[in-house]
């Protein structure tokens, strides 16, 4: 079997599209796989990190106002649309794929596309549950849709071919007992274990708010805290000391710059404080941990608050929105979650009936499903 996979701009986008082509190797270890991508993206690192060939185009998306400066912009990505198009038809020809799938990004749109036009098969797949633009563009182009969420079917086109999949998910998040992982982060039962992060990058708002909790647990030491403050955070430990807390000499205090071992903090936590990006909600289903969702405003279609709506509808997680955030309104929702432990429990399993642990399973058999399409 040979598979082209196009997806970029976010790890959002090319980790699902990463973990696609790994378990297609798992299954069939003579796949050969060939990536695209944009020439300046990040999908360069991560894709040639895991072990896969990539090609690239060039690429832009589109400013939607109107400064002289964006209007150049816009311009340059009417030129690179089409130059890329032309460029993927190439590679895919030269290539000669049985099936490409993209995993979103801009692009993922003029090589998905092309494939298309040369009469390829091709699939896509929807990680958010409100679709971006380029997946929505290529909805009725391709021979499946295959979402993550199954509140995104709405905003496509009825005329679409739709299999619910599932986000990839990790196998250390899948295989690591809660028990297992707090005997290795030295926690016991004794309090309640709040796991919050903001991303790779941090969340400010996010920092600030946790930081007038950790305070409060270093006084009363009523939560254990594994708090992630991002490589933007940099600041958070000396705002913890200008208010008497040393993070260092409190035992039922864990503050650093990245989580690494997501796996395992993910078990052993009880609550998870966070943002809602579709990969990580996916995670948080699968350990069936409740959640208060703090949603980017400055993602695409505000794509997080419908991933956290998702939840939310379900009584999995409680949300609230950034420009309501504080630290009082999130000391007040984490009380309200974790002093009750009836509530605690139903959203627990409210977010694990939403969790879909096999997608890797269910993409490759999509992708079977298309090949013997005649």
């Not at 997501?262 to 609550?271: F, I, K, T, V």
Request: aromatic letters at 6%.
């Amino acid at each position: 079997m040979k598979v082209l996979l196009a997806g970029g701009g976010t790890a959002g986008h090319i980790n699902p599209a990463i973990a696609i082509a790994g378990y297609i190797k798992k299954m069939e270890p003579d796949a050969e796989i060939l990536f695209i991508g944009n020439r300046d993206g990040m999908e360069q690192r991560l894709v040639k990190q895991a072990g896969f060939p990539i090609k690239s185009v060039v690429i832009t998306g589109f400013k939607r106002s109107l400064s002289p400066k964006n209007l150049i912009h816009n311009f340059k990505t009417v030129v690179y649309s089409f130059e890329s198009r032309s460029k993927a038809k190439k590679i895919i020809k030269e290539f000669d794929p049985d099936i490409c799938i993209g995993t979103g990004g801009y692009v993922s749109g003029p090589v998905i596309l092309a494939a298309c036009n040369l009469g390829y098969k091709a699939i896509i797949h929807e990680q958010n549950a409100y679709p971006g633009v380029t997946n929505k563009m290529l909805a009725q182009s391709v021979n499946r849709v295959m979402l993550a969420n199954e509140d995104a079917k709405s905003r496509f086109s009825d005329k679409a071919h739709f299999v619910l999949t599932g986000n990839p998910i990790r196998p250390a998040i899948l295989s690591t007992k809660h028990d297992e992982a707090k005997a290795k982060l030295g926690l016991d039962d004794s309090k309640p274990i709040i796991l919050s992060f903001g991303g790779s990058l941090g969340a400010e708002c996010i920092n600030r708010s946790m930081a007038e909790l950790i305070v409060r647990s270093a006084k009363d030491k009523k939560y254990h805290h594994i708090h992630a403050y991002g490589q933007q955070g940099t600041w958070m430990p000396d705002l913890l000391k200008s208010k008497g807390v040393d993070p260092d000499e409190y035992d039922n205090l864990d503050i650093r710059q990245y989580i690494d071992n997501m796996d395992e903090c993910l078990a052993a936590c009880d609550l998870v404080v966070s943002r809602a990006g579709a990969i990580t909600l996916s995670e948080v289903q699968a350990k069936g941990r409740p959640a208060v969702l703090i949603p980017s405003p400055f993602v695409a279609e505000n794509h997080q608050y419908h991933n956290a709506m998702s939840m939310v509808n379900k009584k999995a997680a409680k949300l609230i929105e950034q420009a309501d955030l504080s630290g009082e309104l999130l000391i007040e929702t984490v009380d309200s979650m974790l002093t009750d432990k009836s509530v605690l429990e139903e959203y627990r399993k409210n977010a694990q009936k939403m969790a879909i642990t096999d997608a890797n399973e269910r993409i490759y058999q999509t992708v079977k499903e298309v090949l013997a399409d005649s």
